[in-house]
């Protein structure tokens, strides 16, 4: 009596190992969940307003690529166009805060940068092209930053990007 109840135990207990899906799902490897991106909200659109602090921001940031620039020039292909890439994305900042009077005149500093970009873009640095370039941009830094300080030109400022309007 006591065999037959040892081998009923033995057979239920090996039917259930064998037989159930549960200690098989246990058992086997199961495929990670890709993890979801979270999802941004935007609660309220935010307008952007010309203001002082954006101008100052900028023309920090344009002095900065422009000093990097100057003092790196030739070091580092990769550098230099970026360096030039910065300096003038600032710039059409800058010009597009400013009054259209005031933006026209800025201009035609930026003119001056495109072209010594196309020469930066085109080849490595030779030591005439270097030279040719540091002078130029020697001259670009003096200029803007005596005409197109903070200082001179808080009064030109657009009161926002709609603007055409000279304001007093």
């Known amino acids: 009596m006591k065999r037959w109840l040892a081998v009923i135990i033995i057979f239920f207990m090996a039917l259930n190992f064998a037989g159930c ?4 799902k246990k058992f086997t490897r199961k495929k990670k969940a890709e993890a979801k991106r979270p999802r941004i909200y935007q609660l309220k659109k935010y307008k952007k307003t010309p203001s002082p602090e954006l101008y100052k921001k900028h023309y920090a940031y ?10 790196d020039l030739g070091k580092s292909h990769k550098k230099d166009m970026r360096c030039i890439e910065e300096i003038l994305g600032n710039l059409y900042d800058m010009q597009n805060i400013l009054i259209p009077e005031k933006a026209d005149q800025l201009k035609s500093h930026i003119d001056r940068l495109l072209e010594v970009k196309d020469t930066i873009f085109r080849e490595e640095l ?7 370039i540091r002078n130029e941009l020697d001259r670009e830094d003096r200029t803007i930053k005596r005409e197109f300080c903070y200082a001179k030109v808080k009064d ?9 309007r000279r304001q007093n």
């Open 21 to 24: 899906a549960s200690w098989q």
């Open 62 to 71: 344009w002095m900065t690529w422009q000093s990097e620039l100057l003092s």
């Open 126 to 132: 030779s030591q005439y092209n270097r030279h040719y």
């Open 156 to 164: 030109c400022l657009r009161k926002n990007f709609d603007d055409e």
